[in-house]
């Protein structure tokens, strides 16, 4: 399942819909407009199975973070492009199933994605 955080801008959510990305958002369709804490989120996701989880937070890329239940995208290209980065990394190769992408720490931007992965000491890169 795929999740967006609450900071993810309307406008580029009605584009993902426009596009038929299935997707739950929360404070609308899951968990509580106040859930702004990182934990509260963190526990959602540990407790449920395999969601890969979007957001605008730069605070989760962190090493530590990575979780085999979950998978972690922070998006940090301009606001207006949003929607395009999740298509476009939901299309990538590398990370095009859940399988490929559970256990992830990840960071998108205009020049690539950044990663910290389970059993992995070093971050990883790659270009578009």
């Known amino acids: 399942m795929i999740v967006l955080d609450h900071n993810i801008p309307e406008d580029e959510v009605e584009k993902l819909r426009q596009k038929r990305v299935r997707f739950r958002q929360i404070g609308h369709e ?15 996701l540990h407790n449920a199975k395999q969601m890969t989880f979007f957001t605008r937070d730069l ?47 990840l960071r998108l931007s205009s020049a690539g994605i950044a990663w910290w992965e389970i059993k992995r000491d070093r971050q990883q890169n790659i270009f578009w």
């Open 30 to 44: 899951i968990g509580r407009p106040e859930w702004d804490d990182q934990q509260e989120i963190l526990r959602y």
């Open 59 to 105: 605070g989760f890329f962190r090493p530590r973070l990575c979780h085999l239940n979950y998978c972690l995208v922070i998006i940090t290209g301009p606001v207006q492009e949003t929607a395009s980065f999740i298509r476009r990394f939901l299309r990538h190769p590398k990370f095009k199933t859940k399988e490929t992408r559970m256990g992830c720490v």
